[in-house]
């Protein structure tokens, strides 16, 4: 329900750009690091949103794969350390066994 909403707050704010850039049929010259190119600004700014909410989720996702990659690897090893603790090991057998001996 949290990322529902997040998500129809992001498309809120998206509308709502391409509607004031719609009004506004200006052209602006949008200089980036490589090259230079004219624009109307309702393009500019859906697609400039448009990148940067892609690269917000990309980023987000990647954190949250990690996060969960970490989190199966940590239940693998707990599982693996239960069987180990519930299952007696043949060293412990046999120092039980070789103490019982010598009392004797």
């Given amino acids: 329900m949290k990322y529902f909403l997040i998500l129809l707050l992001a498309l809120v704010v998206f509308v709502i750009s391409v509607t004031l850039g719609a009004n506004n049929n200006q052209i602006v010259t949008f200089n980036y690091l490589i090259a230079k190119g004219d624009y109307s600004i309702s ?60 009392k004797e």
Avoid: H, M
Wanted: glycine share 6%.
């Fill in 43 to 102: 393009t500019l700014l859906a697609a400039l949103f448009a990148i940067g909410f892609t690269l917000g989720w990309g980023i987000c996702g990647a954190f949250y794969l990690r996060t969960r990659i970490s989190l199966q690897r940590a239940k693998r090893k707990i599982k693996r350390l239960e069987s180990q603790l519930n299952q007696p090991s043949d060293s412990s057998v046999k120092a039980v066994s070789t103490v019982a001996l010598n």
